[in-house]
């Protein structure tokens, strides 16, 4: 009973919605009626601005940090901690609090990672940015990066297990699933981005053409 306890109090941790708050408490819009109606970090950078956007993007890792520190906080065991990662990232998509309507889970993921490895979080929020720089937009990086990531998980104990010392094929499934719902989320941006019209950030290569 503990355990269901706690796996609900991470599911909840991952529903606060925290774009609509933000956007409600302090800009009086729900962020769900402009720009591409998610309620995730890139709509937020979108519909309210850069100090808005960073504020959320801290706030939807830190869901999946806390989620996945319960374990260690409560001393849970014999639990693998990255269960209550999942249910932050199902809150996070299927936010109760937000008529279960979510975002895209890749902040709340990484947030997962963060507690559950550092050096992984650092080696995932590395190749994103690298990914970003090149291509200027957040849809594609966050597609590409998810893929390689769940390689990752496989291959990193194999041939640099100091970025992942140890094999979790309850990570690597996690990651699968993850990255599947993340590509599947981002159907209308992969139409988009055929046709040339996605947005692109103003960094990386893109600017530096211009």
């Known amino acids: ?7 609900f109090i991470a599911y909840l941790l991952g529903s606060i919605p925290s774009g609509v708050w933000i956007g409600q408490l302090f800009f009086k819009k729900d962020i769900r009626q402009f720009g591409s109606g998610n309620t995730g970090t890139t709509n937020t ?17 830190l869901k999946g940090t806390l989620a996945t520190s319960l374990p260690f906080i409560f001393h849970l065991d014999n639990i693998n ?8 990232i199902l ?18 993921s990484a947030g997962m990672l963060l507690a559950y490895n550092p050096v992984f979080f650092f080696f995932s929020v590395l190749l994103f940015i690298i990914l970003l720089f090149v291509t ?33 094929w309850l990570l690597t499934v996690i990651a699968i699933c993850v990255s599947t719902f993340i590509i599947y989320r981002h ?24």
């Open 187 to 210: 159907k209308d941006n992969i139409s988009r981005i055929k046709n040339g019209t996605e947005s692109r950030v103003p960094f990386g290569l893109n600017q530096i053409k211009k």
């Open 1 to 7: 009973m503990k355990i269901i306890l706690f796996l």
């Open 81 to 88: 901690p990255l269960w209550f990662g999942c249910a932050a």
């Open 45 to 61: 950078f979108r519909v309210l601005g850069k100090q808005a956007g960073t504020i959320v993007l801290f706030m939807d890792i």
């Open 136 to 168: 200027s937009m957040v849809s594609l990086s966050s597609m590409v990066a998810a893929v390689i990531i769940t390689l990752a998980t496989v291959l990193a104990p194999q041939i640099a297990p100091f970025i992942l010392p140890k094999q979790d």
């Open 91 to 108: 809150g996070h998509t299927f936010p109760i609090f937000a008529r279960f309507k979510g975002g895209k889970a890749v902040a709340t």
